[in-house]
């Protein structure tokens, strides 16, 4: 067989392989910066909520536990508040639960359109050189809550991230393992941004 016609058919087949959805489940990273002001309060995590529809049970529930625990890493490591409290601690009356609900957790891979024709007629140059093969698609959601030891909401944030992004084979989203940990971050970090920033001083 040619060694062209064998380039075509491998091309081929990578770009046959299809769209697919999968979940971005993390992990979540340390803070990419300290909180803007640590907060003179207690903080505890309350058991993460996936109320996501489309995914099974339990997936939700083990994903719960994961996000739980590096949930409670990120906040010490930030510096969003003064102490991380851990259960079976009990809130203080200045202290604050943060209730996280992560209502939608979705991303779609497809071929790039232009990944087989630009590969082919640049003799896979355009893989080497980062051309796009994938188109990554996002529909993150979340929302955080944060109450008092009575129960009282003091402030609460919602966000969403949704977009799509060209991958080639040098960025970071590329390997399965890592698609969406980046967006989960950024959501994430979103949420907690802006809800110390509602909390008035005390």
Same mark, same amino acid.
């Given at each position: 067989m040619k060694p062209s016609v064998l380039l075509a058919a491998s091309l081929l087949c990578l770009s046959l392989t299809g769209c697919y959805s999968f979940t971005p489940s993390g992990p979540l990273n340390m803070p990419p910066r300290f909180a803007e002001t640590t907060l003179k309060r207690g903080a505890m995590v309350a058991d993460v909520q996936i109320s996501d529809s489309s995914l099974e049970q339990g997936f939700k529930r083990n994903l719960s536990h994961q996000l739980t625990d590096q949930l409670h890493e990120r906040l010490e490591r930030g510096e969003y508040f003064t102490q991380v409290l851990s259960f079976?601690?009990?809130? *203080?009356?200045?202290?604050? !639960? !943060?209730? +996280? %609900? +992560?209502?939608? &957790?979705? /991303?779609?891979? /497809?071929?790039?359109? *232009? =990944? +087989?024709?630009?590969? &082919?007629?640049?003799?896979? $140059? #355009? $893989? #080497?050189? %980062? *051309?796009? $093969? =994938?188109v990554d698609s996002y529909d993150l959601a979340a929302e955080l809550s944060l109450v008092d030891s009575q129960g009282q909401e003091l402030s609460f944030s919602r966000k969403q991230i949704q977009y799509k992004q060209n991958v080639g084979l040098w960025d970071p989203d590329y390997l399965p393992s890592t698609q969406g940990r980046e967006q989960l971050n950024e959501l994430v970090e979103q949420l907690l941004q802006d809800a110390t920033r509602q909390l008035k001083p005390h």
């Amino acid at each position: 067989m040619k060694p062209s016609v064998l380039l075509a058919a491998s091309l081929l087949c990578l770009s046959l392989t299809g769209c697919y959805s999968f979940t971005p489940s993390g992990p979540l990273n340390m803070p990419p910066r300290f909180a803007e002001t640590t907060l003179k309060r207690g903080a505890m995590v309350a058991d993460v909520q996936i109320s996501d529809s489309s995914l099974e049970q339990g997936f939700k529930r083990n994903l719960s536990h994961q996000l739980t625990d590096q949930l409670h890493e990120r906040l010490e490591r930030g510096e969003y508040f003064t102490q991380v409290l851990s259960f079976p601690a009990t809130l *203080g009356s200045q202290d604050v !639960l !943060l209730k +996280f %609900n +992560f209502t939608s &957790l979705k /991303g779609k891979r /497809g071929p790039h359109p *232009g =990944y +087989f024709p630009g590969a &082919l007629l640049t003799l896979t $140059i #355009w $893989i #080497w050189v %980062n *051309g796009p $093969i =994938y188109v990554d698609s996002y529909d993150l959601a979340a929302e955080l809550s944060l109450v008092d030891s009575q129960g009282q909401e003091l402030s609460f944030s919602r966000k969403q991230i949704q977009y799509k992004q060209n991958v080639g084979l040098w960025d970071p989203d590329y390997l399965p393992s890592t698609q969406g940990r980046e967006q989960l971050n950024e959501l994430v970090e979103q949420l907690l941004q802006d809800a110390t920033r509602q909390l008035k001083p005390h």
